[in-house]
């Protein structure tokens, strides 16, 4: 399995439309996507940070799909970090 992780950064009062724009828009946005395995989305209140992460099932998948965030958060928040991507290695 691979990870593609995003941090962005939101004014902490706006940490809801964060969360509200990664369920309804990124995720809404990849199920049926060929390789896709779900979501996660962790959020610190205090700072407005927040990490989304894609999963999938294959890098050549996860690689197929590079071009859909652009298109995903373009009504997202202030993007921190480029998207990083990762080997899953370890899982319940």
Do not use: C
Not at 16 to 37: A, M, N, W
Request: no cysteine; proline share 4%.
């Amino acid at each position: 399995m691979f990870a593609r992780v995003r941090i962005t950064s939101e004014v902490p009062e706006k940490v809801d439309d964060g969360i509200r724009h990664f369920r309804e828009v990124v995720v809404s946005g990849f199920k049926g996507v060929d390789g896709f395995k779900g979501a996660y989305l962790l959020v610190n209140r205090n700072s407005g940070k927040l990490m989304g992460m894609t999963l999938w099932d294959s890098e050549a998948n996860m690689h197929s799909t590079a071009a859909a965030p652009k298109r995903l958060r373009a009504a997202s928040t202030q993007v921190v970090s480029a998207p990083e991507e990762y080997e899953v290695v370890v899982q319940p």
